[in-house]
């Protein structure tokens, strides 16, 4: 069975701070997505990831799919309370079968 | 395009009742996927259907099912209600693309078991 794990689990940090969160797997993905889900929305995506070693900047985040492509980060740099929120990471293989999804990393940006 | 539309955004039901929430995925995509979410539980995978046929089941009980008519659309049907069923129901419109493989996300299902 697949598995995702993210860490940390809850993140709580001040505005203008950096920060990182992983997504770790012995599995290898053949691309890995990042979302960022709001209270009461649907989960919203924010990039793909699909070759190994790959990094992809969006704003103040960057994500990198690791070399082995089992793992993943999300860096943001001078964060702000509009990015708080549940961050979550999902692999796909090369099948058709579902994506497996990390229970998430819950960001809270204080002003 | 217009992204992934689901109905009714909130339901309240009774222990014991049934329900049918309803799912549009973007145009052209054929895959919807179904999820279950609770803050403890996480996203949890109930099935996958493409071109009207259940490709994917997650492990859930036979309670909850699901179809997919032949404009894609989707419903998804949870029998005999109980109150661990509180949960958001999302569903997702599959895009596969050469070794990418994304989920679009609809804004959910907020149903409530009382």
């Known amino acids: 069975t697949q598995l995702l794990e993210q860490s940390p689990q809850f993140l709580s940090i001040q505005e203008g701070e950096n920060l990182t969160v992983y997504c770790n797997s012995s599995?290898?993905?053949?691309?890995l997505q990042w979302y960022r889900q709001e209270p009461g929305e649907g989960p919203v995506l924010l990039v793909t990831?699909?070759?190994?070693?790959e990094v992809k900047k969006l704003k103040r985040l960057t994500f990198q799919f690791g070399d082995a492509r089992k793992d993943s980060s999300l860096h943001i740099t001078a964060a702000q309370p509009g990015d708080t929120g549940l961050y979550l990471c999902a692999g796909a293989d090369s099948g058709n079968t579902p994506l497996v999804f990390g229970k998430g990393t819950r960001l809270s940006v204080i002003a | 395009k217009a992204g992934v539309t689901q109905t009714p955004r909130y339901l309240i039901k009774t222990r014991g009742q049934q329900v049918t929430l309803s799912c549009s995925p973007i145009s052209g995509h054929r895959s919807v996927s179904w999820y279950q979410q609770t803050p403890g539980q996480g996203l949890q995978f109930l099935f996958e259907y493409f071109s009207e046929t259940q490709r994917n089941k997650g492990n859930f009980p036979g309670r909850f099912s699901g179809r997919q008519f032949s404009n894609s659309r989707s419903e998804m049907n949870v029998s005999t209600l109980e109150l661990g069923d509180s949960a958001l129901y999302l569903c997702?419109?599959?895009?596969?693309?050469?070794?990418?493989?994304?989920?679009?996300f609809g804004p959910g299902t907020r149903l409530t078991v009382l």
């Open positions: 997702a419109s599959r895009e596969t693309s050469g070794f990418t493989d994304t989920q679009y």
């Open positions: 990831v699909v070759t190994g070693g």
């Open positions: 599995s290898v993905f053949s691309s």
